[in-house]
Structures are given as C-alpha cells and as structure tokens.
C-alpha cells in the first residue's frame, strides 16, 4: 500500500511556472510506476505524465510536453512535477497517481491503484 499526497498548487500567471509534488508514504514506493493527471471543471480526467519506478523513463501527453517535467527521488519518496509556460488550459485540479506492474505509460486512469487527493492549480491571463 502507498499513500499520496499532493502539495504545490497556486495560482499562477500566464507564462509562468509552478513545481508540484507529491509525498508517498510507506516502503514500497520502489514499487510503483507513478503518473500525473488532471481534471478541470467540466472535463474528464486527463493524463498528464508517466515516470517509470527507476526513474529513467519519462512519457507526457502532447499538450504539455515540452514545458512540463516529471521526475522522481526514490530516496525521499516523492515525485515532482515541473510546469513551466503555463497557460491558462493548464488550470486544473492536479493529481499523483501509482500503479504497480509493467513499465508501459498507461495514460488511462483505471490502471492506477492509488491516488492522491489533488491540489489545485489555476493559471490567469
């Protein structure tokens, strides 16, 4: 079992950045395959990025590769989440999400067995 926690959202201006992360708890984080997703008002979910358990393979949805970047410290147990350029469709509640298995960068969300609760970002023009 892992637990997530998701910290670092704000309210941000256009063009700018904003780093979020999230904090897993327990021994196994090793374990997982971590993802960032996405839900805005109105919208489904969306994926945002994969990072695979070691860490050195990274996928991202086309609308935000580019200017966002995953990447994760085994050592701490979190993973991050560097946005930058940020546009106003970036605005979204942002959530880490873990699965355990193969190292593919499965982009829909029922793969994930564990989730955080979110955090908000919300980017102005």
């Known amino acids: 079992q892992v637990q997530l926690v998701e910290s670092g959202g704000d309210l941000v201006q256009a063009g700018g950045s904003l780093r979020l992360s999230c904090a897993a708890s327990g021994r196994t984080f090793l374990r997982y395959h971590m993802a960032w997703f996405r839900q805005a008002p109105g919208k489904e979910r969306e994926f945002v990025a994969h990072?695979?358990?070691?860490?050195?393979?990274?996928s991202y949805a086309d609308s935000v590769k580019g200017r966002f970047t995953v990447s994760r410290d085994n050592a701490k147990n979190t993973m991050d989440l560097q946005m930058n350029s940020l546009k106003s469709e970036d605005s979204a509640v942002y959530y880490c999400?873990?699965?355990?298995?193969?190292?593919?960068?499965?982009?829909?969300?029922?793969?994930?067995?564990?989730w955080g609760q979110g955090t908000q970002v919300t980017v102005f023009s």
């Open positions: 999400a873990a699965r355990s298995g193969d190292i593919r960068p499965y982009t829909r969300g029922a793969y994930y067995q564990h």
């Open positions: 990072i695979t358990w070691s860490g050195t393979s990274t």
